[in-house]
């Protein structure tokens, strides 16, 4: 993997857009000791950067700016940086999951790695990219525990009552290994110049925290080391992820206290959300008042509404399975995985309560639900026609897919159906020009939206391109 000697950036993330003008923040990511980046110049002026924090040795800076539509782009530190700044019209939105894997990421050949990346910004090369939109686990941070002995055993055991200066240590270790994790993502040969030109937007999942957080025993996570570790998790991701501090939390989510992070922006046209599946997660509940308050006053604008949701909305009845797991105590981990899928018994008033809003929203303009997690490609669909929801699972971006067989027998399983809200049938079905309803192969998606028509495609390691799906 290439080094980045603490070196990343321009990284921009998308603000929102008002009058004909794109709002955006562009992170730079310098060591502690190197000169600040100069302004960002862009037709309306020239914008100084803001030290946003410092950690783990290194600084990152923000220049909030604007570009006008039709704009080419901005200048930084002698560079030319072309940007997508016409969101009217036709325009193409790039989704992404799952970019990493939970052993020796780190350590992968980068080539190999960001195959699909490389992919991705040949794509943007050949038709530029107005968002790219990121679907949680953005990193892998599972190893960060390792290799101190606050967190040597998580999350098996943990130490009962750990010092303060315990805890401070334990905190400045994780804060190094997460921010080498992003470092490496960010600073990617071949995902720097798409980070660089096209505004992201993202919502986080388990891995960016740890392996399945929330559906974890409470003892863990509400443990002074589980604490310690989200809360450095959500400063990472906040600076890393959104550029942004706590300060900026009210202007950016949807609950102004912060206690879920989810989103709301809109472009011409289209409503883009995202609930915080993850913040406010326990075993027995997916999100508290912060994430269920804002989803009730959330009432979707756009012609179209894109719901981004980090585990798949629909899905087979994994509830038969989770039950015969559960009779079976070796299989706990596995009933751990299941505890996070919105198909959970453990949730199923929740993802019928969540399902009821998405038809709710349904009323208005059609929606589409995207989503990762599951490291394959595949689609579904809740019908009846007159009230169609699709959704479309992209996932991963450079997580290897599982077996084929494994593919397989879980595509025989998702025949069964499922339907949590009486007349709503959910029907897991294959992608355009595929026979089978999973794909095993890494991938990502693009949503085309030509003269006011939304199609997607997914891009399929071994396969290619599928034929577009109509989204209406
Ligand atoms: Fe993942």
Not at 153 to 177: G, I, Q
Not at 288 to 299: D, K, M, R, T
Not at 305 to 328: N, Q, T, Y
Request: charged content about 25%; proline content about 7%.
């Amino acid at each position: 993997m290439r080094e980045n000697n603490g070196f990343a950036g321009p990284i921009l993330h998308f603000r929102g857009c008002d009058a004909g003008t794109l709002h955006l923040a562009a992170i730079t990511i310098r060591p502690d000791h190197a000169p600040a980046p100069g302004p960002v110049q862009a037709q309306a002026g020239s914008v100084a950067p803001v030290l946003l924090a410092q950690v783990a040795g290194l600084s990152i800076w923000r220049h909030d700016f604007a570009l006008r539509a039709g704009e080419a782009g901005y200048r930084l530190d002698g560079r030319d940086y072309p940007v997508a700044t016409r969101l009217d019209g036709d325009i193409r939105l790039a989704f992404v999951s799952c970019n990493g894997e939970e052993n020796g990421d780190l350590d992968r050949d980068g080539a190999e790695r960001n195959l699909m990346w490389a992919r991705l910004q040949a794509d943007h090369a050949r038709a530029p990219f107005a968002l790219l939109l990121q679907g949680g686990d953005q990193i892998y941070a599972d190893e960060a525990t390792h290799g101190h002995p606050l967190t040597e055993d998580w999350p098996k055991h943990v130490p009962d009552s750990p010092s303060e200066a315990d805890l401070a240590d334990l905190t400045r270790h994780l804060e190094r290994r997460f921010a080498q994790r992003y470092m490496m993502v960010l600073a990617a040969e071949g995902c720097a110049d798409l980070f660089a030109t096209v505004p992201s937007l993202s919502v986080w999942d388990d891995h960016d925290i740890c392996d399945g957080w929330g559906s974890l025993p409470e003892s863990r996570t509400n443990s002074s080391v589980g604490q310690a570790l989200f809360g450095v998790a959500r400063r990472m991701y906040l600076l890393f992820q959104h550029g942004a501090t706590d300060a900026d939390v009210p202007g950016l989510f949807m609950d102004p206290a912060g206690r879920n992070l989810g989103w709301r922006r809109d472009l011409p046209g289209v409503t883009l959300w995202a609930p915080d599946l993850r913040s406010e997660r326990r075993r027995d509940r997916i999100m508290g008042p912060g994430g269920w308050n804002a989803v009730e006053a959330l009432h979707p604008s756009g012609d179209h509404v894109f719901m981004v949701s980090s585990v798949p909305l629909l899905g087979p009845r994994l509830s038969l399975v989770e039950s015969l797991l559960m009779a079976i105590p070796r299989m706990q981990h596995y009933e751990d995985d299941l505890r996070d899928q919105w198909q959970s018994h453990a949730h199923r008033a929740e993802w019928r309560r969540m399902l009821g809003h998405v038809l709710r929203m349904r009323e208005k303009a059609p929606v589409t639900v995207l989503s990762g997690e599951i490291h394959l490609a595949t689609r579904a669909e809740m019908g009846p026609e007159s009230t169609r929801i699709h959704q479309l699972v992209a996932s991963g971006i450079s997580h290897r897919a599982p077996p084929k067989a494994y593919a397989r027998a879980l595509g025989l399983f998702a025949g069964l159906g499922e339907a949590p809200l009486a007349g709503h049938p959910i029907a897991i079905k294959p992608l355009p020009g595929q026979r089978h309803r999973y794909v095993a192969e890494r991938n990502y998606l693009t949503l085309d939206r030509g003269n006011g028509r939304w199609q997607a495609v997914w891009h399929l390691e071994e396969s290619g391109l599928t034929p577009p799906l109509d989204l209406d």
